[in-house]
């Protein structure tokens, strides 16, 4: 697979690019790369090819907020609450949670040594 | 005026427990809001450890589609360590996907058979599971939680008698599902119930993304089985099963028509294990690192697997996405505007499985 | 309509497809994989099935020579079993009865090749020999062949 690293502004002009194309979002993977988070964007574009594109948001910035998809593709919902609060990245127009209770804050976050 | 009505985490109609409160206006939904968690484990905090024992671990997510969980992570895991299986190995996971799909596709036509109050075609279907399941103790030592992948490929053998067996197998359930189509699609009853109820256009259908039968019943063609193919389905001959009218018939139809495509995926399978090399599972010389991912088709709908490994015995992340956290989304614009007493009908005809969703 | 007919027909006047399954037990086929045993005469020792099993549920203890095996942990997946070099643990297919109390088993080694029970073997015959003064030149040896056979 092979991954194009691009900023915010670009990801919502591709988004819609995509969506009026047919293609369809397979779904938004978080994970924690030691000094930032990535959050990975993975779309299925024609028989056998795929896209993905990433964010990368640094951990020491205080939390700043990406805007999300989900004003654009409805099925974003679920993946997206799941990435704020599994690793504490704000994310606008959705509710932080959807999983788990409130007292428990970012678990797969990986704390440093 | 407006009322609020709970449709709980435990109610009847569902087997686990999910969250959907209403608002309601006299009979008719006007709002719904669904809310789950109630069966979280934090799985995906546990696949940080050896990557052999996270096969075992894979299949427990869910215990109908269990030999599509260990497939896809052993396709994941395989692939960042850029390993290939032998033929046989591959054989023989497709031949217990496709029986996985038989047993699967049974019990959701007769769990929607009991939420519309038909109990006595509920039993006839399971009993036609157990003869499947029977097949799968005999090939592999255990009804679910087979326990038969390891990432480099399989443990258990089909021999020539056992291979015998299963063509008999194929011919008695024929037979048997023969009779269960006439039963169901010729019933007058059955068909004026779940004509016209939960209705999914098809340009909502393609908003939201939705995978699986639900799809296929809307008259969107998506089948990962040919539009991504693995294992060895593109030597095969099959064509997708879609059909045009949208609501809650379409989809049990399309079960129901998903049950001979597979009786006949086993009988072109079963031949191609003649003549190959008794290798079973291939040694890796390097240790997983990169990431990779890798998606099957189970029965209710594309499964997808995303691993990244850190050089070392342990994985530093594994990802799960199911099909019923792409469809749970979508009960939201099909319920409002409905009857109260149809929810129950449309929320099972959706086959959820919230094991799989809240992992 | 006229195929459920039949069926309701042909159910009324057939036996039953259940049976009565306390009284009559049920038979698994060949096979499958219930209850884990141990075999005494073949462990070593080594410890690979306590490093292997998913479930936490072995315990080796070389100073007592016994290996530990939580019944009612263990998930029945069959890893220990490919993993042993020994070929000493096998699967049967009689599953234990449901109790109110949770099931350990001990099993005893007593297979002279283990590497622990040589050392203390060796180490036993070393004290012996020394503590006994009669032809010293004779009885060590002589207690070296038979430990190796």
């Known amino acids: 697979m092979n991954v194009k690293i691009i900023t915010q502004p670009e990801l919502q002009d591709i988004a819609r690019r995509l969506k009026g194309s047919g293609a369809r979002l397979i779904t938004i993977v978080g994970t924690d790369a030691g000094a930032n988070i990535e959050v990975t964007y993975f779309f299925h574009t024609g028989v056998n090819k795929t896209e993905e594109y990433r964010i990368i948001v640094p951990k020491q910035g205080g939390n700043e907020e990406i805007?999300?998809?989900?004003?654009?593709?409805?099925?974003?919902?679920?993946?997206?609450?799941?990435?704020?609060?599994?690793?504490?990245?704000?994310?606008?127009?959705?509710?932080?949670?959807?999983?788990?209770h409130e007292s428990v804050t970012a678990p797969l976050r990986r704390k440093a040594p | 005026m407006r009322s609020t009505i709970q449709f709980g985490p435990q109610h009847p109609v569902w087997i686990e427990p999910l969250r959907l409160k209403l608002t309601m206006d006299g009979e008719i939904v006007k709002d719904v809001e669904l809310e789950a968690g109630y069966v979280h484990r934090g799985l995906e905090k546990k696949f940080e450890w050896d990557y052999n024992k996270g096969a075992y671990l894979s299949e427990r997510i869910c215990g109908i589609c269990t030999q599509h969980h260990s497939t896809c992570y052993c396709l994941a895991v395989e692939g960042t360590m850029k390993l290939e299986i032998t033929r046989r190995a591959a054989a023989i996971r497709t031949i217990m996907l496709e029986l996985e799909r038989l047993h699967s596709h049974l019990l959701a036509i007769g769990l929607t058979l009991e939420a519309i109050g038909f109990e006595n075609l509920f039993m006839l279907c399971f009993r036609n599971r157990e003869i499947v399941l029977d097949v799968f103790e005999r090939t592999t030592g255990n009804r679910v939680l087979h326990g038969i992948n390891i990432v480099g490929g399989v443990t258990r053998n089909i021999g020539p008698e056992?291979?015998?067996?299963?063509?008999?197998?194929?011919?008695?359930?024929?037979?048997?599902?023969?009779?269960?189509?006439?039963?169901?699609?010729?019933?007058?009853?059955?068909?004026?119930?779940?004509?016209?109820?939960?209705?999914?256009?098809?340009?909502?259908?393609?908003?939201?993304?939705?995978?699986?039968?639900?799809?296929?019943?809307?008259?969107?063609?998506?089948?990962?089985?040919?539009?991504?193919?693995?294992?060895?389905?593109?030597?095969?001959?099959?064509?997708?099963?879609?059909?045009?009218?949208?609501?809650?018939?379409a989809r049990s139809v399309v079960r129901v028509r998903e049950l001979f495509q597979s009786i006949d995926l086993i009988r072109q399978l079963v031949p191609l294990l003649e003549g190959l090399p008794d290798e079973l599972a291939a040694k890796s010389k390097t240790l997983p690192e990169g990431d990779a991912f890798a998606r099957v088709e189970p029965p209710r709908g594309e499964l997808f697997y995303f691993a990244r490994g850190k050089k070392s015995k342990e994985m530093d992340r594994i990802k799960v996405r199911t099909s019923t956290y792409a469809n749970g989304p979508a009960l939201v614009p099909v319920i409002k505007g409905c009857h109260l007493a149809d929810v129950g009908v449309i929320t099972i005809s959706y086959d959820p499985c919230i094991g799989c969703f809240d992992r | 309509m006229l195929k459920i007919l039949e069926n309701i027909i042909r159910n009324a006047l057939s036996p039953p497809y259940t049976s009565k399954y306390p009284y009559t037990p049920y038979n698994h086929f060949p096979g499958t994989r219930a209850d884990v045993v141990f075999d005494g005469q073949k462990c070593i020792l080594c410890g690979l099935c306590q490093r292997s099993c998913p479930a936490?549920?072995?315990?080796?203890?070389?100073?007592?020579?016994q290996v530990e095996y939580l019944n009612t942990q263990c998930i029945r997946c069959g890893y220990c079993v490919r993993v042993c070099p020994t070929n000493a643990i096998s699967q049967n297919e009689v599953y234990t009865k449901p109790s109110k109390e949770k099931l350990t088993i001990f099993t005893k080694v007593t297979n002279e090749?283990?590497?622990?029970?040589?050392?203390?073997?060796?180490?036993?015959?070393?004290?012996r020999s020394a503590s006994t003064p009669e032809a010293p030149g004779k009885t060590p040896a002589t207690d070296k062949n038979e430990k190796k056979g």
């Not at chain 1, 099925?75 to 990245?89: K, L, R």
């Not at chain 2, 189509?181 to 007058?188: A, K, P, R, V």
């Not at chain 2, 089948?223 to 060895?232: E, F, K, S, T």
Request: aromatic letters at 8%; glycine letters at 6%.
């Open chain 3, 113 to 127: 090749n283990a590497p622990v029970i040589k050392k203390r073997k060796a180490a036993e015959a070393a004290a």
């Open chain 2, 162 to 249: 056992m291979a015998k067996e299963i063509m008999d197998f194929c011919d008695v359930m024929e037979k048997r599902c023969r009779d269960l189509e006439s039963m169901i699609t010729h019933s007058y009853t059955i068909r004026e119930r779940m004509k016209g109820v939960g209705v999914l256009t098809k340009q909502v259908a393609i908003d939201y993304s939705v995978v699986g039968p639900i799809a296929r019943g809307s008259g969107v063609p998506y089948d990962v089985r040919i539009d991504a193919p693995y294992l060895l389905y593109n030597e095969l001959k099959l064509k997708p099963i879609v059909e045009e009218s949208c609501d809650v018939w």
């Open chain 3, 56 to 65: 936490d549920c072995i315990i080796i203890h070389k100073g007592e020579e």
């Open chain 1, 67 to 100: 805007s999300g998809i989900s004003h654009i593709w409805p099925a974003a919902y679920v993946a997206e609450n799941e990435v704020s609060e599994m690793f504490g990245v704000k994310i606008k127009d959705v509710p932080g949670r959807f999983f788990l």
